[in-house]
């Protein structure tokens, strides 16, 4: 099969859906692979690199062109036309953006949004969630450490001791433990919320503490369990009372790293504004959820603000500050992506009851198969 990778055009995005690794293992498998030049420059595999693993290197239209395009994210506008009607497509490609998923039907694609594979152990590889929103977790702290104006560690000097920073996490999925690991790596003191009771054993396990907000009745109980691994949108009464604690723990915190989101829906708001008033000066906020809306109102999308005395980092798209590795994990998920759709003889192939295929095929003969 003839695969392109363009390269990203999106403002800030410096990741690539394939790097000279899965070229070399797609050419292996008898494809033929066209790479835009410079699509991995940002990232730090130069043309080079992937002419060596066997790719040519091409213009943007002819590697939007092929009959299959590996992408980052979703075709924009200006990349759209140089698609062909009827290729297949696979990427980030926002599944709940309804919208943007008409562009691509009305473009006549067989469309693949990796963010919908099912939680489950078969889709583990293939998870573009966790491996990306796993080194979010990860730079998360590095911002907040950089945005600090003291040490994370504690450390007895003969000028003096310094105190450990505190470090509260809101939401413990896939970020929230990757923050929880790399702040306690750092030799901060840790503590951790999430609406799913699974959770406090994972952060106890990373030596975090949890924050515990009892349930007090069984509709709040069932709601937390959520549903396909998701937290689900908790009652008023429990938020209110989760709200409270987070605020008396953020009153005590250096830093705060929020990481809560509920799929298809605007991010939960944990922190309020008063909570951030009664910080201390110096303390930093790093709100992951921003571009969803946020878990704090004050979070501006994109910028880093200050707030009576409080950092809010608000910087977007995490994984693309650590394009190398980005792109690594995110270029192997879609290999393996690639082994479900494609047979042995090369061709495109979509097994009705494949439940990965079923869930990340968005469109197909000019259709939206998703109520976003
Ligand atoms: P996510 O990014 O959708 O949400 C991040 C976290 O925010 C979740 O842990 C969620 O419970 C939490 N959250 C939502 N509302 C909250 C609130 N009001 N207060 C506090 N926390 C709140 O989730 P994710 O990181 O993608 O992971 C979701 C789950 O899926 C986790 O349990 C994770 O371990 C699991 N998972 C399973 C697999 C697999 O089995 N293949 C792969 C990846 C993740």
Redesign the pocket.
């Known amino acids: 099969m003839q695969i392109g990778i363009p390269r990203e055009t999106l403002p800030g995005e410096t990741r690539v859906a394939a790097t000279p690794e899965t070229v070399k293992k797609l050419i292996k498998a008898g494809h033929a692979i066209h790479v835009e030049r410079g699509a991995g420059t940002a990232a730090r595999f130069p043309d080079a690199d992937y002419e060596q693993a066997g790719a040519t290197l091409t213009d943007a239209a002819q590697a939007l062109g092929c009959a299959l395009v590996l992408k980052v994210r979703r075709p924009t506008p200006a990349e759209l036309p140089n698609v062909r009607q009827g290729s297949v497509l696979v990427g980030m490609l926002d599944p709940f953006d309804a919208d943007g998923l008409r562009t691509l039907a009305e473009a006549g694609l067989t469309a693949f949004a990796l963010e919908a594979a099912p939680?489950?152990?078969r889709?583990?590889s293939l998870?573009v969630?966790?491996s990306q929103?796993n080194l979010a977790g990860y730079k998360a702290v590095l911002l907040a450490a950089h945005y600090y104006g003291r040490i994370f560690p504690m450390l007895m000097t003969a000028a003096g001791t310094l105190k450990a920073a505190r470090v509260v996490v809101?939401?413990?999925?896939?970020?929230?433990l990757q923050a929880i690991a790399t702040a306690r790596r750092l030799g901060a003191v840790v503590e951790a919320?999430?609406?799913?009771p699974?959770?406090r054993e994972q952060v106890e396990s990373l030596g975090g503490k949890f924050i515990d907000v009892p349930f007090e009745t069984d509709e709040e109980r069932e709601i937390a369990q959520?549903t396909g691994?998701?937290?689900r949108p908790?009652p008023a009464a429990w938020?209110a009372r989760?709200a409270q604690l987070v605020a008396e723990r953020c009153k005590q915190a250096d830093i705060v790293i929020t990481?809560?989101?509920?799929?298809g829906r605007p991010a939960?708001t944990?922190i309020q504004p008063e909570t951030v008033a009664a910080m201390k000066p110096g303390s930093v906020l790093v709100d992951l959820a921003v571009e969803r809306g946020g878990n704090c109102p004050l979070s501006v999308a994109g910028e880093v603000t200050e707030h009576q005395g409080v950092t809010l980092v608000g910087l977007t798209n995490l994984p693309a500050l650590l394009p190398t590795d980005a792109s690594a994990l995110y270029a192997r998920n879609v290999l393996d992506f690639l082994k479900l759709i494609i047979d042995g003889e090369g061709n495109l192939t979509l097994p009705a009851d494949d439940d990965i295929i079923k869930a990340c095929l968005v469109c197909k003969d000019g259709q939206v198969l998703r109520s976003a």
């Open positions: 939680r489950t152990t889709a583990q998870d969630l966790s929103a809101l939401g413990a999925g896939v970020a929230g919320s999430d609406v799913r699974a959770a959520g691994g998701y937290a908790m938020m989760q990481t809560a989101l509920i799929p939960p944990l």
